[in-house]
């Protein structure tokens, strides 16, 4: 009976990791910089837009922790995604309305 690959060993999952990797390194640390500059006055606005790129940095993390760990991987990524859609909903419901009338010009003269 010949052993099981292991699925870290083969290349099927190149462009998840790929992603992955770009989502978390880069575009976790911008998040937290860009939330940390911003400093929102909500305490809950703020605290959760400083542990959503923890997590997501952390989820690059999960699938080499063994079997326990990995599996939180997945749980992990609905999270996070809860956590930005909630953040994307709350910050847009709080932005400034835009002008939907144009405004006349002055008569010169």
Request: aromatic fraction near 10%; charged fraction near 10%; charge should be neutral.
């Amino acid at each position: 009976m010949a052993a099981a690959p292991c699925i870290g060993d083969t290349t099927t999952l190149d462009a998840h990791r790929a992603l992955g990797f770009f989502l978390t390194l880069p575009g976790a640390v911008l998040f937290l910089v860009t939330a940390l500059i911003a400093w929102h006055p909500n305490t809950r606005i703020r605290t959760v837009s400083i542990i959503v790129p923890i997590l997501t940095f952390v989820q690059m993390i999960l699938p080499g922790t063994g079997r326990w760990g990995a599996a939180l991987h997945p749980v992990n990524a609905f999270l996070i995604l809860g956590m930005y859609l909630w953040l994307f909903l709350t910050l847009r419901k709080e932005a400034p309305e835009v002008m939907t009338e144009p405004v006349a010009a002055e008569p010169t003269g």
